[in-house]
């Protein structure tokens, strides 16, 4: 790993920075996913609009990880995250007025580069750090973005409750998304990983198993994540008949869990190893979200989101570190590369839960998570044994 400008910053406060960094990422985007039903009403549109924005939404941060990716190779990945921030403040700020629906479409493709770069530069920032420290320190940098968007849902909460409106929610996390990315700007981590020698000998078949495997976990996990945190204020709210203000309260239940396992999981992974929880955190997945589709009431829905959340509160964080840690050397690009699988999960779980919601309905939807799970527990067990192996020399 290569020191950038700015280590004189001590490794704990660095952490912090960039644990504010989750932070921003989870305060905006919860924002936006329990702003949508007010969206809809504001805009005029219906669930098959807001599954086609989505979608463009899923395709720009894919461009945007890989933009990430490009501008950590050449200038570090702290400034691809402060620019990822900048692009997050604007397209948020943007939605907070009504738009014509073109471009309010136009805005939240601009939201979807920010957040694409965010996403991937956030763990190139936090396994730079974790390294620095020499100890785990990835689920709770998660868990900064799980407590902010736990704040984004109950803050919605109460601004639908005293009729100020989703714009003022949006709107602070705007604010502070911008705030956080010029702080971020010259003090996030400096350190830069090499670029191009395991991850690219042999056509990257040293570390293509480590791709493949902890990016089809990250691809289950934000599959579940991106159902839940897209559809449960609408599920509740239109399938289930909860009041508006009511409704947000799945998704702050179901963060509340993933808090709970992130904010233990850093001491409970490096006991138990990683294959034992990577395997216990899909089936809590699995279960929770089979409990949505089999028990079609509030109580139970809302239970079923927590109980998904512990899996997916675990999963994430787990599978960037062991991705990381297995190229160490080669962090910023592995982790850029499985970061994309990020994206497939966001498409199936954001726009297809919503394509079917018409046909269905949004409770039988909910199987396609609960399939996912079962498809990737397989993989799970590879999760413990996994390293980037040097070429053969012919």
């Keep these: 790993m290569n020191d950038g400008k700015g280590s004189e910053m001590p490794a704990g406060a660095r952490a912090r920075l960039i644990g504010a960094g989750y932070a921003a990422q989870g305060l905006g985007y919860a924002a936006v996913v329990t702003a949508l039903p007010a969206f809809k009403d504001r805009q005029g549109v219906d669930d ?14 894919a461009g945007g990880s890989v933009l990430a990716d490009r501008i950590a190779a050449r200038w570090g990945s702290r400034y691809a995250l402060a620019s990822g921030l900048f692009l997050i403040g604007a397209g948020l ?16 493709l601009a939201y979807g580069v920010g957040l694409g770069a965010v996403d991937a ?27 902010a968007a736990i ?36 003090r996030f981590e400096p350190g830069r990983t090499l670029r191009s020698s395991a991850a690219h000998a042999g056509s990257g078949r040293t570390v293509r198993p480590i ?48 808090l709970v396992s992130r904010l233990v999981a850093d001491h409970v992974v490096p006991r138990a190893g990683r294959t034992l929880i990577a ?73 297809l839960l919503g394509a079917l919601s018409e046909p269905i309905g949004l409770r039988w939807a909910f199987v396609i998570p609960v399939i996912a799970v079962l498809v990737t527990l397989p993989l799970a067990r590879r999760v413990g044994r996994l390293t980037a192996r040097e070429p053969a020399v012919s």
């Design 151 to 186: 704040a984004a849902a109950l803050l919605m909460s109460g601004a639908l409750k005293t009729g100020a409106g989703a714009a003022v929610a949006v709107g602070v996390a705007a604010v502070f998304a911008v705030l956080v990315g010029l702080v971020g700007w010259r």
């Design 279 to 351: 395997v216990g955190a899909l089936m809590f997945c699995g279960i929770g979200c089979g409990l949505v589709v089999v028990l079609p009431a509030i109580g139970a829905a809302v239970t079923g989101f927590a109980v998904a959340g512990i899996g997916v509160g675990v999963l994430v964080p787990l599978a960037f570190s062991a991705a990381g840690e297995a190229a160490l050397e080669n962090s910023d690009e592995v982790i850029a590369k499985v970061n994309l699988f990020n994206y497939g999960g966001a498409l199936l779980g954001a726009v």
């Design 93 to 108: 700020a943007g939605t907070t007025f009504w738009s014509p629906n073109a471009i309010f479409a136009a805005i939240f």
């Design 121 to 147: 530069s956030l763990s190139m920032q936090g396994v730079l750090v974790q390294a620095r420290l020499g100890r785990s320190v990835m689920s709770r940098l998660f868990a900064a973005y799980t407590a």
């Design 48 to 61: 098959t609009f807001v599954s086609a924005v989505l979608l463009l939404v899923v395709v720009a941060a």
């Design 211 to 258: 791709v493949l495997v902890c990016g089809l976990l990250i691809f289950t996990a934000f599959l579940v994540d991106s159902a839940i945190s897209t559809w449960s204020s609408v599920y509740l709210q239109d399938s289930l008949a909860a009041a508006p203000a009511a409704a947000p309260l799945g998704y702050a239940a179901y963060q509340g869990a993933v």
